[in-house]
């Protein structure tokens, strides 16, 4: 079987580039978490599989939990992917589309993982940086690690600047093994 990712790529760019058309991006994004929410929760995970459950009444479900945050390109977006069989996959399609939404606006997500809490000058000066480096606003999410024994650890999509002094010591036992 295909990569869930592989799978919802497609449709989380018919959305995207719906709802952009439309000026919608925000309503959208948050109706798609709310839907992948909805086919999330187990109980309705459950009926994903059900043969007698029909699409239509998945489609129903998840309109209807919905309500009024999806418009009617919305409520048609979710039958098709009931139609077809993939209301499973909505959670990566949230996803993908979040991503797609945080490019057309220039934000991109940066985690921190440091050895100890950054004080609020610190994030400050560190986005203030990365925002200058990236070109882009940043939002920052901070996570600790005492592992690392001091410094931190900066992943932005699939950049990654290990400044930790563990990543220091591990490169430094290479070199001296390798």
Avoid at 128 to 145: G, I, P, S
Wanted: contains cysteine.
């Amino acid at each position: 079987m295909a990569d869930k990712s592989t799978i919802a790529r497609p449709y989380a760019k018919a959305a995207f580039e719906e709802a952009r058309d439309r000026g919608r991006l925000g309503p959208w994004s948050q109706a798609l978490r709310t839907a992948a929410a909805v086919i999330s929760d187990p109980r309705v995970e459950t009926l994903l599989g059900n043969p007698r459950v029909t699409p239509q009444e998945l489609a129903s479900l998840v309109t209807g939990i919905t309500g009024s945050q999806l418009d009617e390109a919305g409520r048609n977006f979710v039958r098709v992917l009931a139609e077809n069989r993939r209301l499973a996959v909505l959670p990566q399609i949230s996803a993908l589309f979040d991503e797609s939404k945080a490019e057309e606006e220039g934000v991109v997500d940066v985690t921190v993982t440091s050895a100890a809490p950054l004080e609020e000058s610190q994030r400050g000066k560190l986005a203030a940086a990365l925002e200058h480096r990236l070109k882009r606003t940043v939002r920052l999410q901070c996570d600790t690690d005492p592992a690392l024994i001091g410094g931190a650890v900066l992943r932005a999509g699939d950049m990654v600047i290990d400044g930790s002094l563990r990543g220091k010591l591990e490169r430094i036992a290479y070199a001296l093994t390798g």
